[in-house]
């Protein structure tokens, strides 16, 4: 019964570096173009510090109320300072203050869109008849697998490229969130990894269209420079 199956996040893990496993050199390219490029670095840290904070701002806002409970706040200010972090880092590269506007940001349509539709994607594969807990678990663990995946390459990038930034923290504090995910599951019983496997599929989409959409800002930015 996919309800009392246990998950087991690093085997799921596995899975998902497997499928992922044809978009690893094309991430890293894109991250070194933009770490090597200055200002558009400070934009696309820009974007991730925006991203976490639309993470941040949906916890806050689906998991509010009596049921909030000590692991969601601390997922919920861990994202928070994933937002600050990044957004300190971009100010740092850009040296100046930046807010999220779209001339300070790379791909920032593409940015909000898979957001958006990785949650109606998911609260559509759920069904109405979800709560939000689960939708929130199963989001979560989504996100995660991508976070981890895609900052695990980001931190190699950096430090080949010998940058003082490092993501080491923010990196096992993902990787943390996804065996509470896992374990949250667990508790309230909803823990089916078929289904897991399905969202992750969706999202592999969607992570592509914004990979497509931050290759062509680079490449713009690169022209530009
Ligand atoms: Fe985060
Ligand atoms: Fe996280």
Not at 97 to 106: G, I, N, R, T
Not at 110 to 124: E, P, S
Not at 150 to 170: C, D, F, N, W
């Amino acid at each position: 019964m996919p309800s009392t199956t246990r998950l087991q996040p690093r085997a799921m893990r596995s899975e998902f570096e497997s499928a992922n496993a044809a978009l690893v050199g094309r991430a890293e390219v894109m991250l070194e173009r933009y770490v090597a490029l200055g200002a558009p670095h400070a934009r696309l840290l820009n974007t991730l510090s925006m991203l976490e904070h639309i993470g941040s701002r949906k916890i806050m806002a689906t998991q509010s109320g009596r049921g909030l409970d000590q692991p969601t706040l601390k997922h919920l200010a861990e994202e928070t300072r994933h937002a600050f972090f990044f957004k300190r880092h971009a100010e740092g590269v850009a040296r100046r203050s930046l807010d999220y506007s779209a001339e300070v940001l790379a791909a920032p349509a593409a940015a909000r869109m898979y957001f958006q539709r990785l949650d109606a994607g998911t609260a559509k594969a759920l069904g109405r008849t979800a709560n939000q807990r689960a939708a929130y678990l199963y989001m979560s663990m989504v996100v995660e697998f991508r976070a981890v995946w895609l900052y695990r390459i980001y931190h190699a990038v950096l430090e080949r490229s010998r940058s003082p930034l490092s993501l080491r923290g923010v990196l096992a504090e993902e990787e943390g969130h996804l065996e509470e995910m896992a374990g949250a599951l667990v508790t309230i019983g909803a823990s089916d990894p078929a289904l897991i496997e399905r969202l992750c599929g969706a999202e592999r989409k969607l992570f592509e269209r914004l990979l497509i959409a931050l290759e062509r800002s680079v490449e713009e930015f690169a022209l530009a420079a």
